[in-house]
């Protein structure tokens, strides 16, 4: 049975940092591209970042670019979300989500149950 | 980016009634068009991917439809566990760009 599941949100203050943790079982891990979706609260959904299955090839919505970093540990079977300049606007649940293709992004037949995020002073 | 405009933003419906949500892409997308469900305080769900495939597991009364811009998501006869709140996503592009979603409602 795939299993994704987030952690690492929180409250933080506009301009700081938190990294999200996303911890997968159930598949081959690293034959997978993986993305962060959020969602603002009461909003729809806004695809954030994605990574190949390799870790080689990353994407980012212009929304985040420069400011967050996804990576991950295929000996591990974890996706990581580096959040950094944190805004208000970045406040959301934060999705994990599992691919069908390898390489870039497509569609998602797997989501995590999400991890909150509030940025406020 | 690619837009995508869906339609109705809200629907009222009875169970039973036939429901059919619209989305309208920015640019041709060929079929690279997905559609989710989701219910409140949970992560969305996929229904149908690449315009007209039904994912494994879900029930043959959803069902989609079209190509280039125009895409039509259908319920055949709502249920009450059918409301929630639809997206439409293509993949064509990135980045990866959702509809603003449909809540349909019981009626």
């Known amino acids: 049975e795939v299993q994704l599941v987030e952690s690492g949100g929180g409250s933080v203050q506009p301009g700081g940092s938190l990294r999200l943790s996303c911890a997968a079982s159930g598949f081959t891990f690293s034959s997978y591209a993986m993305s962060w979706v959020r969602q603002a609260p009461g909003k729809g959904l806004e695809w954030v970042s994605a990574?190949?299955?390799?870790?080689?090839?990353?994407y980012y919505a212009d929304s985040v670019k420069g400011r967050f970093t996804i990576s991950r540990d295929n000996s591990k079977n974890t996706l990581y979300l580096q959040m950094n300049s944190l805004r208000a606007e970045d406040t959301a649940v934060y999705y994990c989500?599992?691919?069908?293709?390898?390489?870039?992004?497509?569609?998602?037949?797997?989501w995590g149950q999400g991890t909150l995020v509030t940025v406020s002073s | 980016d690619i837009q995508m405009t869906q339609s109705p933003s809200s629907l009222p419906a009875s169970v039973g009634d036939r429901v059919t949500i619209t989305c309208q892409a920015s640019?041709?997308?060929?079929?690279?068009l997905n559609w989710y469900q989701q219910k409140p305080g949970k992560a969305p769900k996929l229904l149908i991917y690449?315009?007209?495939y039904l994912e494994t597991g879900v029930p043959s009364r959803f069902s989609g439809s079209g190509s280039g811009t125009d895409f039509t998501f259908t319920i055949s006869s709502l249920q009450p566990e059918d409301i929630a709140t639809y997206y439409c996503q293509q993949y064509d592009n990135l980045p990866l760009t959702f509809g603003g979603g449909t809540k349909v409602e019981i009626k």
């Open positions: 640019q041709d997308i060929s079929n690279y």
């Open positions: 690449d315009a007209s």
């Open positions: 990574i190949s299955g390799s870790g080689d090839s990353t």
């Open positions: 989500a599992k691919d069908v293709v390898v390489v870039t992004a497509s569609y998602f037949e797997y």
